[in-house]
Nanobody, 122 residues
Framework: QVQLVESGGGLVQAGGSLRLSCAAS????????MGWFRQPPGKEREFVAR????????HYADAVKGRFTISRDNAKNTVYLQMNSLKPEDTAVYYC???????????????WGQGTQVTVSS
């Protein structure tokens, strides 16, 4: 079992930056691949970024490529999502997830955080 707690969301103007954190407890984060997903208002949950368990290989959704960076600090059992050049369309509830396999599909993840709201004003 692993528990995930996201933090760092908030209100930011377009062009600004935020860094989301996802703290894992219960088991070490190195046991899991980690992903970030988001759910915009009135829309389905969508993939944002993922990082593999062993080698820290990263992948991004096209919509965020070049603006967002996923990273992990295994010593702190924490995964981050640095979000730069934010746009109003990035407004969503952001979730982190842990799973055995790094995937862009939400079904691949076994554990989810409660989500953190990110609102980007124009």
């Amino acid at each position: 079992q692993v528990q995930l707690v996201e933090s760092g969301g908030g209100l930011v103007q377009a062009g600004g930056s935020l860094r989301l954190s996802c703290a894992a407890s219960g088991r070490t984060a190195t046991d899991y691949a980690m992903g970030w997903f988001r759910q915009p208002p009135g829309k389905e949950r969508e993939f944002v970024a993922r990082i593999s368990r062993s080698f820290g290989i990263t992948h991004y959704a096209d919509a965020v490529k070049g603006r967002f960076t996923i990273s992990r600090d295994n010593a702190k059992n924490t995964v981050y999502l640095q979000m730069n050049s934010l746009k109003p369309e990035d407004t969503a509830v952001y979730y982190c997830a842990a799973g055995r396999i790094s995937s862009a599909t939400s079904d691949a993840y076994d554990y989810w955080g409660q989500g953190t709201q990110v609102t980007v004003s124009s």
